[in-house]
């Protein structure tokens, strides 16, 4: 993944690095969990009537230099970038949303990154429960603790992976993949679909998320939740302090 603008100590100061730089699995944990608390999961674009840019430069210029956040493909773009600045072995993968009432297609992005010998799914962008380190690929039917947050993968004889999230106490499905390398290209058509069918979530409504150490806020409509230590509290807002959660809560201007 390349783009011409892409700085990778510009990238670190953008999302409060100083740790090591090495294609370890240490440094690929601390890196995105750096991201992940500091790149906020965000569809204002979409929600201007936009197209999400998939051009890479477009995509260093909104996240790095505006800032602002982005959903899957750009964020998880974003970090491919500093994979490969670093020295890490990594592909895209596609993967199929599965907490819809109706099967979906494969709309979503995931890495795969090589590191210490062994294969981790790294996602920065799948807003509500997405796993806030990366996951091992051997670490199948395992019941992982991320902070107050708990995820199991799984894999099924045809060799597709299930990720799933405990929510309200049950394991709830979040999206299933499999290996199959994808190329930056591929992820067009999800894009375009993602940003104007009127069925997609991101087209019907608001959403951000922003991870902290403690948990999450997030954003759906005129709804706040935020998450700490495990512990749920719900807010309503009017319009008009959307435009001030936005930028107090989520560093983002409306």
């Known amino acids: 993944m390349y783009a011409s603008n892409f700085v990778l100590d510009d990238y670190l100061s953008r999302i409060g690095y100083h740790g090591p730089r090495d294609a370890s699995a240490a440094t690929l944990a601390q890196l995105m969990r750096a991201q992940l608390f500091t790149v906020p999961f965000e ?16 995509i260093v210029q909104k996240i790095v230099y505006q800032p602002r956040g982005g959903y899957c493909y750009e964020v998880n773009g974003l970090f491919a970038m500093a994979l490969q600045a670093l020295g890490f072995s990594y592909t895209f993968l596609a993967a199929r949303p599965m907490f819809y009432p109706v099967r979906r297609p494969k709309t979503h992005m995931v890495l795969c990154v090589r590191a210490d010998g062994r294969d981790w799914l790294c996602d920065l ?13 051997d670490a199948l039917d395992s019941d992982i603790a991320q902070d107050h947050d708990r995820f199991r993968l799984s894999r099924d004889a045809q060799g597709v992976y299930l990720l799933q999230a405990w929510v309200d ?21 999800a894009n375009y679909l993602n940003s104007t069918h009127p069925e997609a979530i991101f087209v019907q409504k608001l959403l951000v998320v ?11 409509g005129e709804r706040l939740k935020t998450i700490e230590d495990g512990v749920s509290q719900l807010r309503e807002l009017g319009a008009a302090e959307v435009a001030v959660v936005l930028r107090e809560v989520f560093a983002l201007a409306a």
Do not use: C
Not at 43 to 58: F, H, R, Y
Not at 125 to 137: E, K, M, N, Q, V
């Open 125 to 137: 962008g799948f807003g509500s429960y997405g796993i806030r380190a990366p996951l091992a690929l």
């Open 210 to 220: 922003r991870h902290t150490p403690r948990g999450r806020h997030i954003l759906l």
């Open 43 to 58: 569809n204002l674009d979409v929600q201007a009537g936009k197209i999400v840019s998939m051009t890479p430069e477009d």
């Open 169 to 189: 106490g049950e394991w709830a499905n979040q999206y299933g993949f499999d290996l199959h390398p994808q190329e930056w290209i591929d992820f067009a058509p």
